[in-house]
């Protein structure tokens, strides 16, 4: 996701957005460690996506 896509969701959609990214992150992961993935750049990808909606949701609680 781009960061202003990310801008565009409201809390809730973040916090929804988040925890499925997270569990497909832990699933990938999983997976990686039994046997290696084809593109392993979507680990990297998915970790930087969970930090963004992370920022973002901790940016909106801090104003």
Do not use: W
Request: hydrophobic share 35%.
């Amino acid at each position: 996701m781009k960061q202003s896509e990310i801008k565009g969701l409201s809390v809730e959609d973040l916090q929804e957005k988040l925890a499925g990214f997270k569990k497909n992150y832990t699933d990938l992961k999983l997976a990686h460690g039994i046997s290696p993935l084809e593109n392993p750049i979507q680990l990297r990808k998915l970790r930087r996506t969970c930090a963004r909606l992370a920022t973002e949701l901790t940016k909106r609680e801090l104003q």
